[in-house]
């Protein structure tokens, strides 16, 4: 699967953004998909995930609470909706795949992804 993450721009604190990962080729209800996010400095960390039906969803605390990652298959896409902004948000966003094939596994840990979108960039003015 080929991934494009689009969606990024500059944002006010306080405001919101909704981040768009869309999918190529077959079988995209096969991958579990998690967004990620890398900011100038540090470590690519984990943000989201959502299981290959949609049903399962795991947050990391930083955005829980403020985020809503969702998929519709039908269309290949995982969005992810932010609110809340923080200047601490500002990082350049990856999506990525984790071919789960029929399993409802969600994972948080980066190696377990297959493949990678080229990352979008959101930047939180404060």
């Known amino acids: 699967v080929q991934l494009q993450a689009c969606g990024g721009g500059l944002v006010q604190a306080g405001g919101s953004r909704r981040l768009s990962c869309v999918g190529s080729?077959?079988?995209?209800?096969?991958?579990?998909i998690g967004w990620f996010r890398q900011a100038p400095g540090k470590e690519r960390e984990f943000v989201a995930a959502?299981?290959?039906?949609?049903?399962?969803?795991v947050y990391a605390d930083a955005v829980k609470g403020r985020s809503t990652i969702s998929r519709k298959n039908a269309e290949n896409t995982v969005y992810l909706d932010m609110n809340m902004l923080k200047p601490e948000d500002t990082a350049v966003y990856y999506c990525?795949?984790?071919?789960?094939?029929?399993?409802?596994?969600?994972?948080?840990?980066?190696?377990?992804?297959?493949?990678w979108g080229q990352g979008t960039q959101v930047t939180v003015s404060s």
């Open positions: 080729g077959r079988y995209f209800n096969r991958y579990a």
């Open positions: 959502i299981s290959r039906s949609g049903s399962g969803t």
């Open positions: 990525a795949a984790d071919h789960v094939i029929t399993s409802m596994r969600i994972s948080t840990g980066r190696d377990d992804y297959d493949y």
